[in-house]
């Protein structure tokens, strides 16, 4: 299970804020320090390799492994290209992404509406599967998965990840969705079919629009789950390299400077999306 | 054909997760138990010895696996907690922004933020280089190839996932109760070992639960941050799949690591109420 990073979430609704308390005595006041101190500190902490992993891109290594600091140089970002297998595993890591959350979009965007939604006939054991699918170690959904493509002569390579990272991600997406839906006012829906809306136009204009910010979510995450994922696709990856995966096979020998600029972009590409989403959803909020 | 809406809706998605998450299972079960090896294939013979092998060889692996993700556990708890507590009731107007900084870092790849860790811990990295040159630590001092090391990653690596179910549980937090017991004459500590604690647990054990399964089962940490001796049951299910091509241990040994895991944590729901877990898990 690795919501690496979830979305960056939806703003809770305002608490009313609490009148500052007049009796505070100075040692709340000390206790407040310390705990402002704490939270720079275990921020600090959190982005020590981020920043070293940035700065690292620039460092004018002279031996394969980047470790020590040798000057400062830009010209790794002209020598993206030098390692021609690297690029391929970026570009899969990238079209992976991407058709693996289209799919896991759509499925679970019907997943989480019928669970959130319907009372049917199984739901309560197609809440149980979704359940187990979160609570499973990914590992053990990467090894029954490999078993399977093993027992049958599949051979694994692009499509068996792309089955695998939608396997993982449906389920965060279905639960997204569902958190939405539960939200949701259903006599809005009524309403549209009392004033004489077909079941789809009341989707299309009702629905739709409404669970909306759930469904981006969920989309963005089944993105950020599948790019970043490691285990799930070394089991079912075969020849298949993505990025992930090939900074992992470089450790031992030493990781050129150029990961550490695909990943800064990559980084950069995910803090741009997440503050975009989280600027847009407080808009939505008020 | 509104009867059928819910049935269409849930047909695509259910069958993915009936045709690659239920099935494969049932194959990885019947895989544990044949004999044989990759060249001249494998064959059903219902050898359950394939457990007691599995178990006999690697238990170690398990305990010790059990043990870094306790112990990850509650060290994630402790430094997510305050974290958490501040964020909720400190952050004022920023609130958002602090949890878009603490979740920030995640947007890095896993292995990414791991093999950075190794060049920042390495023995004449650039943490340990300059206190050695400086004579503060002697030369034989190492971090990497440790247990601390190694939980140190785990708690690293999945911290995000305790800071906000536990962050949630926080906001939630009726602001007015608070203000209640502080006009009753609570102690700042009263109150909160009263009040604010107890309405957070929930959070804290949604944090459990998605940091103690992960953290359990991961194998990256073990292997770039720690030595022959942190060997993690993950580690040995992953050389036994893709090193060793030995399917019937390795998938005696996932089994064994997945039904322990969805059967604890199946009982861990239970006993805390699902409504509560799954629904801070939902966030």
Not at chain 1, 6 to 21: E, K
Not at chain 1, 79 to 104: C, H, K, W
Not at chain 2, 96 to 118: E, G, Q
Request: glycine share 8%; hydrophobic share 55%.
């Amino acid at each position: 299970m690795s919501v690496k990073s979830a979305p960056a979430p939806v703003p809770p609704a305002p608490v009313p804020a609490a009148p500052a308390p007049a009796r505070a005595r100075s040692g709340g006041r000390w206790a407040d320090r310390l705990l402002r101190i704490y939270a720079v500190l275990l921020l600090a902490w959190l982005f020590a390799p981020i920043v070293v992993m940035i700065v690292f891109g620039f460092n004018d290594t002279k031996s394969k492994s980047n470790v020590t600091w040798q000057g400062f140089t830009v010209k790794w970002w002209g020598r993206l290209g030098d390692y021609p297998e690297l690029m391929t595993a970026v570009f899969n890591s990238v079209t992976i992404a991407l058709l693996a959350t289209a799919i896991t979009t759509v499925l679970g965007t019907a997943l989480g509406l019928a669970i959130g939604r319907y009372r049917f006939r199984g739901a309560g054991a197609t809440n149980v599967v979704i359940f187990a699918a979160i609570a499973s170690p990914e590992l053990a959904l990467g090894a029954s998965l490999l078993s399977l493509f093993v027992s049958t002569g599949v051979q694994t390579g692009y499509a068996t990840v792309v089955i695998a990272h939608v396997l993982f991600a449906l389920s965060f997406v279905a639960i997204t969705v569902r958190a939405r839906v539960l939200g949701m006012d259903p006599s809005l829906e009524e309403a549209a079919r009392d004033l004489g809306a077909s079941p789809w136009t009341t989707f299309r204009l009702v629905t739709l629009p409404s669970i909306a910010p759930g469904v981006v979510s969920g989309a963005l995450l089944a993105f950020v789950l599948s790019i970043d994922d490691f285990v799930i696709t070394q089991f079912t990856s075969g020849p298949l390299t993505t990025f992930p995966l090939w900074i992992y096979g470089a450790v031992r020998q030493g990781v050129p400077p150029q990961v550490n600029i695909l990943g800064t972009l990559i980084f950069g590409v995910g803090v741009v999306i997440a503050i975009t989403h989280s600027v847009l959803a407080r808009r939505r909020v008020p | 054909m509104k009867r059928l809406t819910p049935y269409l809706l849930v047909l695509p998605g259910g069958l993915w997760l009936l045709a690659f998450l239920v099935v494969p299972i049932i194959f990885m079960a019947s895989v544990s138990t044949q004999e044989g090896d990759v060249v001249n294939g494998f064959v059903q013979t219902f050898n359950v010895g394939n457990y007691v092998q599995a178990i006999g060889d690697f238990h170690t692996q398990f305990l010790r696996s059990a043990g870094y993700g306790l112990a990850g556990t509650a060290i994630a708890i402790l430094l997510a907690y305050p974290m958490a507590y501040w964020i909720a009731f400190k952050g004022g107007a920023r609130k958002s922004t602090y949890l878009l900084l603490v979740l920030l870092p995640f947007f890095v790849s896993f292995v990414l933020r791991t093999v950075s860790w190794k060049f920042m811990l390495a023995d004449d990295g650039i943490l340990l280089g300059p206190l050695k040159a400086i004579g503060l630590l002697p030369e034989d001092f190492h971090v990497l190839q440790t247990t601390a090391a190694v939980i140190g990653g785990l708690v690293y690596n999945y911290l995000a996932f305790m800071v906000l179910p536990i962050y949630v549980a926080l906001e939630r937090v009726d602001h007015r109760l608070v203000e209640a017991a502080r006009d009753l004459y609570a102690s700042r500590l009263g109150t909160f070992t009263k009040v604010v604690l107890p309405l957070s647990l929930p959070g804290v054990f949604a944090g459990v639960l998605m940091t103690f399964v992960p953290m359990t089962a991961d194998y990256v940490n073990a292997a770039v941050l720690g030595g022959p001796e942190n060997t993690m049951i993950g580690n040995v299910i992953q050389t036994q799949y893709l090193v060793g091509n030995d399917y019937p241990v390795g998938a005696a040994l996932s089994l064994t690591l997945m039904a322990a895991t969805l059967i604890g944590v199946f009982a861990y729901a239970r006993a805390l109420g699902t409504e509560n877990v799954l629904a801070a898990a939902a966030r």
